[in-house]
RNA sequence: GAGCCGUUAGCUCAGUCGGUAGAGCACCUGACUUUUAAUCAGGGGGUCCAGGGUUCGAAUCCCUGACGGCUCACCA
């Protein structure tokens, strides 16, 4: 039964968006504090989905990312060297310096190979970067309004979080000039003509700031001060911003109130969580980077992954064995036709099948012990005709860092270049067994007819069941007990090494 | 305390405009003495969380409740 009307979340979305006429803006914001991870991938995939089925309803849209880089250092995360970042806590992101040394900034450190990551997932983005909006003065405007506007923000605040800001508060937090920290700073005047906040500082600095990079609004202000000025009309966000009282109720006053436009059209999405360790977070330091992430998944299945699920339900996410099956749900889904908006907007059409599954995939890189090419040959040599060679060994290569970043022990193994000694010590039975295979194997058998000349050699030496034949061969070649499907396993390997190991074995 | 989300097959989830309930995986059977997550064909499986309401008719709309997950300090 196909669907012939399948109504995906992101035409929903989309339909409702287009009740207000364009231009439209799609926005994300993600803080580039630390690695940017598979959590917050989710809100930059959300928006993309969003942003194309808005382009092909025909509206005019555009998808901008907004890099939070002037935000101020909040704490010596667990990643961090605290000798060198205890100073630099309260200063901006884009201002301090880059963990790696390789980067202009602490802020582009994590933000470049985000950027790139993008690139490879095909998201096009307009990037804004937080630090250069504010020294370019594009914020100006929007902080004199703030500013103006202190005792009705404040109201705002009490009346929907039922928090009272102290006496000195300010939606504006200059950096100090002279410590060049922007947590601890009091406003205590401004002007708007000169474009300038007077402050001072617990360190004992006292001073003027601009309002062209001198400081930044603070996050409740900040967040709406940017949908008006650009101005944005759709943000999807996490939930921990969705709840009464979060910062978009907040926002969206402040946005109508004080700025004077309306609030963009929320997305809420949950979280992404990771099996077995619990929400990812980037304070935690348990998160798993997208850039990581694209090595071991094309980037169209963890499009998919994304895109299949709306985005008020949670995804929880196991990177070991069920990614495999998520790859090959993925191809199958393909193949079948099933699922097709979520296929489309997952990018399928820019994915080359390389009919091999993954998980069949994973035990030929291994048989081959990581040899691409002869990964190639070996396959051919069963049957798969793999048209696309250089496809195949792109998608070998995913399987081979599967293996080496998240796969269970019980699937890895490896071909032994000398006779184990698991292999010595066999029953009598097993290695007349293994003699009688040596004898029986032909080059031109199929794996098929491997296997089921195993089940035939396994009854003439006289073993009751497959088991100890398999064993036998397991020990023989993997120094094992048990390992992929023994018939397709030794037709995968050269033909001449298999019976002169058989043979090693049976006699040892 | 406030708010959000969820509850449909063993599991993960679809279910359009209200019209007798679907997919994938798992399971069972067979092809075939078939280990190990192989392939193909077929099959079984449901109190749609509960109660009430609207309706000729409710998984679907409304109300009440239960249970589970989560959020509410600038963590997506």
């Not at 207000?20 to 989905?49: C, F, K, M, Q, Y």
Request: proline content about 7%; aromatic content about 8%.
């Amino acid at each position: 039964m196909v669907h012939v009307r399948e109504k995906h979340w992101a035409d929903e979305i989309a339909g409702a968006i287009l009740q207000v006429p364009g231009p439209h803006e799609i926005s994300t914001g993600i803080s580039p504090s630390g690695e940017i991870h598979i959590g917050n991938l989710r809100e930059v995939i959300t928006a993309d989905v969003v942003h194309r089925a808005l382009r092909e309803r025909g509206a005019q849209a555009v998808l901008g990312y907004v890099a939070d880089s002037f935000d101020p250092l909040r704490k010596v995360y667990p990643f961090l060297d605290a000798a060198v970042y205890r100073e630099q806590i309260g200063r901006p992101l884009s201002e301090i310096p880059c963990p790696c040394g390789g980067h202009a900034s602490y802020a582009d450190h994590f933000l470049e190979p985000f950027l790139r990551s993008l690139e490879r997932m095909r998201i096009q983005v307009k990037v804004y970067r937080a630090d250069r909006m504010y020294k370019s003065g594009l914020l100006v405007p929007q902080i004199i309004q703030a500013l103006k506007a202190r005792d009705l923000i404040a109201r705002i605040l009490l009346e929907c979080t039922g928090r009272q800001v102290e006496g000195d508060w300010s939606p504006f937090n200059p950096i100090c000039q002279a410590c060049g920290r922007m947590t601890e700073t009091s406003v205590t005047g401004f002007s708007e003509s000169a474009e300038t906040v007077d402050y001072s500082c617990p360190c004992g600095g006292r001073g003027i700031a601009s309002m062209r990079g001198g400081g930044k609004l603070t996050w409740r202000v900040d967040w709406p001060a940017r949908w008006a000025r650009i101005p944005v009309t759709v943000e999807p966000f996490g939930k921990d911003h969705a709840t009464r009282g979060g910062s978009y109720d907040t926002g969206a006053r402040i946005c109508r109130e004080v700025f004077n436009a309306p609030p963009p059209f929320p997305v809420t999405y949950e979280w992404i969580s990771f099996k077995g360790m619990g929400d990812m977070s980037k304070s935690k330091g348990n998160v798993l980077s997208v850039h990581r992430m694209l090595e071991v998944l094309p980037p169209e299945v963890l499009r998919y992954l994304v895109v299949k699920t709306r985005p008020m339900r949670s995804i929880g996410f196991d990177p070991g064995l069920p990614l495999l099956s998520l790859v090959d749900e993925f191809d199958d889904a393909a193949a079948a036709g099933r699922d097709a908006r979520a296929l489309q907007l997952a990018g399928a059409d820019q994915f080359t099948p390389v009919g091999v599954p993954f998980k069949h995939l994973v035990n030929v890189v291994q048989m081959a012990d990581f040899d691409l090419d002869q990964a190639v040959v070996i396959l051919r040599r069963n049957g798969y005709a793999v048209d696309d060679p250089a496809a195949l060994k792109e998608r070998a290569g995913y399987a081979i860092r599967w293996l080496r970043e998240f796969a269970p022990p019980e699937v890895k193994f490896s071909v032994q270049r000398s006779l184990p000694p698991e292999a010595r010590g066999l029953q009598p039975g097993q290695r007349r067994f293994l003699a009688l295979l040596a004898a029986a194997l032909r080059p031109e058998m199929t794996g098929e007819e491997i296997h089921e000349l195993i089940y035939a050699v396994a009854n003439e030496a006289g073993l009751e069941k497959g088991t100890a034949a398999f064993e036998a061969i397991y020990r023989a070649f993997l120094g094992r007990t048990k390992g992929p499907r023994a018939g397709w396993f030794l037709a995968f390997l050269e033909r001449g090494f298999v019976t002169a190991r058989l043979k090693e074995a049976a006699a040892s």
